[in-house]
């Protein structure tokens, strides 16, 4: 199964302000962070980036993630024969909190729910969907313990 990024699943979040990836020369952890970091090129796909290794000191300037599919991504796992992954800390708590509140609300009525919200429809389904919550919830927690490593 492959985890690289696709160009189109870019464009749906807005957390690639900062993407942890293996690093393409030694596999180690390392970063592409936005240059510029002000709200505007934050979820810009076109400005400038610079990706970096703190282990082997690997670097490379440009707009990289508009070429993401030479990367892959560190923060990912197999989920119910799906691929559950997140761009960095911030994107994985997103899903964490969205799975969570879900849980919570499982006995409410639907149309006081999220079911409706824009930040909703931008998930897969197999996210969304009631039956998988609990598994989605381990494989979050399993991504959780990448970022320790
Ligand atoms: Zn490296």
């Known amino acids: 199964m492959s985890f690289r990024i696709k160009r189109k ?16 020369k030694c596999q180690k952890m390392a970063f592409i962070e ?26 490379k300037k440009g707009t990289l993630l508009y070429n993401s599919e030479l990367f892959e991504l560190w923060l990912k796992t197999e989920c119910n024969g799906k691929e559950l992954w997140a761009f960095n800390e911030e994107h994985l708590k997103y899903l964490k909190d969205y799975v969570q509140a879900k849980l919570r609300e499982r006995k409410k009525d639907k149309k006081t729910g999220w079911s409706n919200s824009s930040i909703d429809s931008r998930l897969p389904n197999w996210i969304k969907s009631s039956k998988n919550r609990e598994k989605i919830l381990k494989c979050i927690q399993k991504i959780e313990d990448l970022l320790k490593k």
């Open 34 to 59: 936005k240059i510029k970091k002000n709200e505007e090129s934050k979820n810009d796909l076109f400005s400038e980036e610079v990706l970096f290794c703190n282990n082997c000191g690997y670097n």
């Open 9 to 24: 699943q870019l464009s749906i979040y807005n957390f690639y302000n900062k993407v942890i990836i293996h690093c393409p």
